[in-house]
């Protein structure tokens, strides 16, 4: 493997893991509608372990507003309500036995803004680690030519591929931005 290909290769999983993470941070961010993303990472804290809710049971979604969080063990739901209930995410939350019942409130528009706000300062944090990681490459690929691994016409041919990587990542997060700010308007 060259290095331009090498550089490509982990340009493009650099890449990837920025957009995946992005994705990520927009399923905690609240919506009109309830996603299993909004709770499933909340940590609670259990027989002296932290445990994740997604660990400690099932979540399905109730329409239309409702979260179902299926807890395994009747131990564990006063715990996992308690930390739904400390997250702040506008959740009104009730139980029946071993069920627990999520229910969102909907979204009022000041609230709403601030949410959109959010969500677009999150994409720009990600649009901004998406150009260091392509400087950084740029920076490597000047580095081997410089030092005679590469050709004048491999670095002009990586570089118009390491453009095209970004403009891939940006597209992906462009497109989950819109996603959620059309869910957050609707």
């Known amino acids: 493997m060259t290095a331009s290909e090498e ?7 650099a890449l990837s893991g920025a957009e995946q993470k992005f994705k990520q941070e927009l399923g905690q961010v609240r919506g009109n509608r309830p996603s299993p993303d909004l709770v499933q990472d909340l940590r609670v804290n259990l027989y002296d372990q932290e445990l994740s809710i997604r660990e400690l ?19 564990a739901v006063g715990a996992v309500m308690k930390a739904i209930e400390g997250a702040r995410l ?4 009730t139980n029946d036995g071993n069920n627990i019942r999520a229910t969102l409130s909907p979204l009022g528009d000041e609230r709403r803004e601030e949410l959109a706000k959010l969500v677009k300062k ?19 690929l000047r580095d081997a030519e410089s030092a005679n691994t590469a050709t004048e016409d491999e670095v002009f041919r990586t570089k118009e591929k390491i453009q095209k990587a970004v ?17 957050l308007g609707g």
């Not at 999150?122 to 490597?140: G, M, N, P, S």
């Not at 891939?168 to 059309?182: C, F, M, P």
């Open 7 to 13: 550089l490509l290769k982990d340009l493009e999983a």
């Open 90 to 93: 506008g959740l009104s939350v």
């Open 122 to 140: 999150t994409a720009e944090a990600a649009r901004i680690q998406v150009r260091a990681r392509r400087d950084e490459a740029v920076k490597r």
């Open 167 to 183: 403009d891939r990542a940006n597209g992906g997060i462009e497109t989950a931005l819109q996603a959620k700010l059309n869910e």
């Open 57 to 75: 049971g099932s979540l399905s979604v109730l329409p239309p507003l409702t979260l179902q969080i299926g807890v395994w063990d009747k131990n």
